[in-house]
């Protein structure tokens, strides 16, 4: 193996024994729970290594980034996620490599999603991303919807042409009643998924914790976790 395909295999290694022992932990099945590795800043290569030791769920948050990378992967079977704030100026990019758009936070981008994805003859899956440090009405400082949101806005998606409602994602809070308290945003987060499946059953995808916290999302009952710096190193540029 090249020296990058052992570090990766390693860092996947170690990641996989991480989610394994939170799942026991938690009484949970290891195959109730889905590593999305994130490749953002991480060249196609990395893809490819990633691909040969059996990852299959990718994500990036940036389109000058991902659309490029998506299609110099375009032969392995990937399913490729966008996590990042999504500007309806890059929807149409994003809608024609992407299979799930995991930062659904508003009405606007619903329409555009939708209008893209039967535009290019796909089907998108959606999560609404919650801001769980959002007041009504409000946006958060990292993307997403206030809770109290969450019902009109996954409505929309299921009735929008071209999208699949799959579920809800979240970003652990930097700020408000859940800062620094992962475990207690990933519980409530869970309590909305359960609310949101009561009217949409196959709404059935959690997506939440990271690197540092993804044994608490777990925990919680998160079915996919997304994982970049205990996999990939730390980020080329920050230092």
């Given at each position: 193996m090249t020296d990058r395909k052992t570090q990766l295999a390693t860092?996947?290694?170690q990641v996989e024994q991480r989610i394994a022992s939170a799942c026991a932990a938690a009484g949970r099945?290891?195959?109730?729970?889905?590593?999305?590795?994130?490749t953002k800043t991480y060249p196609a290569s990395d893809v490819r290594i990633l691909h040969e030791l059996g990852v299959r769920h990718v994500a990036e948050n940036?389109?000058?980034?991902?659309a490029p990378k998506a299609a110099a992967c375009a032969d392995l079977s990937l399913t490729w996620h966008f996590v990042g704030q999504l500007q309806t100026n890059k929807v149409r990019s994003v809608a024609s490599y992407a299979d799930v758009v995991q930062s659904v936070d508003r009405t606007k981008?619903?329409?555009?999603?939708?209008?893209a994805a039967v535009h290019g003859g796909r089907e998108l899956g959606c999560l609404i991303q919650v801001a769980l440090d959002a007041e009504s009405g409000e946006r958060g400082d990292r993307g997403g919807?206030?809770?109290?949101?969450?019902?009109?806005?996954?409505?929309a998606v299921a009735a929008a042409p071209g999208l699949r409602l799959d579920g809800l994602m979240t970003v652990a809070p930097l700020a408000g009643a859940y800062a620094?308290?992962?475990?207690a945003a990933f519980d409530r987060l869970m309590e909305f998924s359960s609310r949101l499946r009561g009217n949409h059953p196959a709404a059935n995808m959690v997506s939440a914790g990271m690197s540092a916290d993804l044994e608490e999302a777990v925990a919680a009952?998160?079915?996919?976790?997304r994982v970049g710096t205990a996999v990939l190193g730390v980020r080329p540029g920050l230092g």
């Open positions: 860092n996947l290694a099945k290891r195959e109730e729970v889905t590593l999305i590795v994130v940036r389109d000058q980034d991902a981008l619903v329409t555009s999603l939708s209008a919807v206030a809770p109290d949101g969450i019902g009109e806005l996954a409505d620094g308290r992962q475990r009952g998160a079915t996919h976790v």
